[in-house]
Each structure stands twice: as C-alpha cells, then as structure tokens.
C-alpha cells in the first residue's frame, strides 16, 4: 500500500480559497496512491479560532466539494482533513472527511476531544461522539483528530472496532512536539497498527507549528518523517504486517481492563 501525507502550511497572506486550491493540486499531484492524508483545519488553521465562525461550511460546503473532485481527479482515498463544520441545527464541529477514490464520501467524524482547557476550541466547538472507521480494500483506517493522540481509550475503541491503521491529522504545537513524536509512537505499538499522522507547518495565528508528520509501524518503527515545513511524504507499507505482529506477539487477547462484558445468550 503507498500512502502519502500532505504537511502544509497554513498561511495567514493566504486567502481559504486560494489555499483550498492549492491543497486541490496537490492532491491530484498523488495519482499513484492508494491513500492521501490532509492535517487539520488547514482551511483557517487550528488556532485561528476567531476564524471558525467566519469560514465554518456546511457538510457539503466548498471544501467538501473540492477534496471530492481532488479524489475522484487523483483516484485515491483521500482523508481530507478537517474543516470547521457548521451544523444547522447545532454548533460548530471540527470534522475530518474522508472520500473514496470515485469522489464519494465514505465517512465524517466529529472530533471527540476539544483542545482549549474551556477556552478556544473547547468552548468555540461541539464534542464528537462517535468513533468512527472506514474499510478500505486494503486495510481499515481509524480517525482521529490532533489532541485526540493524548487519549489511549479511543485508539482502543478503534481497534475494537476494527482499525488495522489508524490516521491523526492535527495541528500540533512546536513547544509540544517532543510529546507529538512519543505519543504517536505510543499508540501504534500499544494497538500494534499503523499509524499515519499528519501535521501542519509554519504558523498559526503566532503559534508555530510543529510540522514532522511521521509514520509508524505495528512496533513503533518510524518508517519516515517530514521536517518542519512543508513537505510530502510518500511511504510504502505492508498492511499484513498488522496481522502478522498480532499473531507473533499477541499482546492485546492479553488485555484484562476495559473490556465489554460477555454477552449473555
């Protein structure tokens, strides 16, 4: 399987329009791939939060448009990060997008977990509440969103649900990307899956960010890492090997703690 990630920057000169179409010919620039992966909120960036209300969309606003033509263009499965989401009826969400290579959607999910400590994000935006997976021929992929990499419990849920590799994308701060490298590691061995995280360069809203997207194998081998600005990385990988490294060191049919009870006949 040959999987790309997109590392962007995020810049404030730069109109969403503009970026958006940029981001479009990128995505089209990997035909070839089977999957593509967009870091978060790359449309406003993740802490320019007074500009999720002035470019939240619906579901099937422009970028939900764009990255479905991107796919069907690219022939790929492209997560295509996340967008301010707004809800007729509801608030605003931080919601990731995925879409087959026919340009069809094959999933939304609503970040579970808020950054902001009752501020920005946590405050601006609606909590997720569903885990979220989706069957490509090859594997099947997780989602989560950035501050999701600090909450074992969902990676768990994932795999529980099925998730052979599992997708971050996220605008990760630099003064925390010694955690954003140890965390990702982190969740691949414990779930014994790939992951694929993504994040964006530059600077948001005169945050910098940390960049270094990476990806990692079922036993926490980095297979490759951008830098700090942008950058794609393309890597090719053995979606078997989840199933191999399961079977030699099987860890998680160990598990004692939070388990489903059994259910009675």
């Known amino acids: 399987m040959r999987a790309s990630v997109i590392q962007i920057a995020v810049n404030e000169d730069e109109s969403v329009e503009a970026r958006r179409r940029r981001v479009t ?14 870091p978060e909120l790359w449309t406003t960036g993740a802490f320019a939060y007074e500009e999720f209300g002035r470019e939240a ?3 099937e606003g422009p970028t939900y ?6 796919a069907s263009d690219a022939g790929v499965w492209l997560h295509a990060g996340s967008i301010p989401e707004r809800d007729p009826d509801g608030p ?21 977990h ?14 997720g509440a569903e885990l979220v997976t989706v069957r490509l021929p090859e594997t099947t992929l997780g989602l989560s969103t950035c501050y999701d990499l600090r909450f074992p419990e969902l990676f768990r849920g994932l795999v529980d649900a099925g998730a052979e590799t ?15 490298t140890l965390l990702a590691q982190a969740r691949a061995v414990e779930n014994q899956s790939f992951l694929l995280a993504c994040a964006t360069a530059g600077t948001h809203a005169g945050v910098p960010q940390a960049g270094h997207s990476i990806v990692v194998d079922p036993w926490g081998e980095v297979l490759a890492q951008a830098g700090a ?5 393309t890597v090719k990988f053995d979606p078997g090997k989840v199933a191999a490294t399961r079977e030699q060191f099987p860890a998680l049919k ?11 006949p």
Not at 65 to 70: D, F, G, L, P
Not at 166 to 180: D, N, Q, T, Y
Not at 254 to 264: E, I
């Open 166 to 180: 599992l997708v971050v994308s996220a605008g990760w701060p630099e003064r925390r990307r010694s955690h954003w």
């Open 92 to 112: 605003l969400y931080n919601t990731s997008l995925v879409f087959s290579p026919s340009g069809d959607l094959a999933a939304a999910y609503r970040k579970i």
């Open 57 to 59: 969309e619906p579901l």
């Open 25 to 38: 010919a990128l995505v089209r620039e990997q035909a070839g791939s089977d999957l593509v992966v967009l």
């Open 114 to 127: 808020r950054f902001g400590f009752d501020k920005g994000e946590a405050v601006l935006m609606g909590a």
């Open 65 to 70: 448009e764009a990255m479905a033509k991107a």
């Open 229 to 233: 600005g942008e950058e794609v990385l």
């Open 254 to 264: 160990d598990r004692m703690l939070g388990l489903q009870p059994p259910r009675r």
